[in-house]
């Protein structure tokens, strides 16, 4: 079976087992994540413009704006998601356009105008905020999470077995979603190494904090309208 065909027989099989195909999903850019409703980091589409290296002050300089423009932007589409929906639509078209204005102009450094192109050919998945105000600018969140996995395969250079990487990979999973629900990863290995199961599953808990946030989103948007 091809790459492409187990992909998709995957994410059928995601769907099928109850995740809403509306799920947005923000990345990096790489093809995998290009799923769903898919979003661009901001923070990451910024780093091809910091990265590049002018060789002239005028180059220097573009680059500065460019990055002063960008992250102007930024806020206004920070401040977008604050909005009430009447106030959204008004804002909509203004910032369409000043996306266009920074991501469609030339300047003197013309590897800078091909990385504006670039990104200008993303603007559905950069402003896809317009549309999901509740998806998130970035990633940022998810890079945390996966920064102690890193580190730790850096300083000990993988694992010996497949069976030790299943080990750490679940341990590692375990223990963040333990400490983003507020329980204690040892209490929990201690019920379940018991058999006394006295602490609910992950799955139901995270089922539970999504009603309460679900909850409190509808109230913040019940009062904003009115």
Known sequence: MSKQRLSGALLGAVIASGVSPDLGIISDGAGQFRLLVHGLCWVHAERLINKLIP????????VEIIQ???WSLYQDLKSYKNLTPDQQQQQKALLEASFDQIFTQNTSFETLNQVLRRLNRRKSELLKVLDRPELPLHNNVSEQDIREFVTKRKISGSTRSESGRRCR???ASLKKTCRKLGVSFWEYLRDRVSGQNLIPTLGKLIAQKAEVSLGDLAQIVSLSLA
């Open 68 to 70: 002063d423009q960008i």
């Open 55 to 62: 060789f002239t002050e005028a180059q220097r300089q573009a």
């Open 169 to 171: 990979d679940t341990f």
